[in-house]
């Protein structure tokens, strides 16, 4: 699940990294719980590297009007210029975004799918 060698595993248990124990047999035994913990962590401190390209041609800069929310779901509304797109996404995706009303994204549209995207606040060139 955590895509590491018996040998990361070995020097993660060594160094605290994850917490293990040994069975009867002398294996090591690691919870479910602190595999999850370790995914999250990584998922969290994990650095993405930016969107150079992208084969979606359908792309509408806009503003966040209006998001419903309860804990599964939620609905996001964005103007984009005359346009009224909304999008159908998890309730986790809003809040991992950090989405609230007053935002820019970016509406990409595919097939019959709106994805949001968050534009950076300063354009980076090499």
């Given at each position: 699940m955590l895509g590491i060698s018996i040998e990361t595993l070995r020097r993660w248990g060594g160094d605290g990294t994850i917490?293990?124990?040994?069975?009867?047999?002398?294996?090591?035994?690691v919870a479910v719980a602190e595999v999850s913990r370790l995914l999250d962590?990584?998922?969290r401190t994990r650095v993405d590297r930016p969107i150079v390209a992208q084969s979606a041609r359908n792309r509408f800069p806009g503003v966040v009007t209006r998001i419903e929310r309860d804990?599964?779901?939620?609905?996001?509304e964005v103007m984009a210029g005359p346009h009224r797109l909304v999008s159908l996404?998890?309730?986790?995706a809003v809040i991992e975004l950090g989405l609230k009303v007053g935002d820019e994204v970016v509406c990409v549209v595919k097939?019959?799918?709106?994805?949001?995207?968050?534009?950076?606040?300063k354009e980076t060139r090499e």
């Open positions: 917490r293990m124990e040994r069975s009867a047999g002398g294996q090591r035994v962590e990584r998922r804990g599964v779901a939620a609905v996001v996404l998890t309730a986790e097939s019959t799918n709106v994805m949001l995207e968050i534009p950076s606040t």
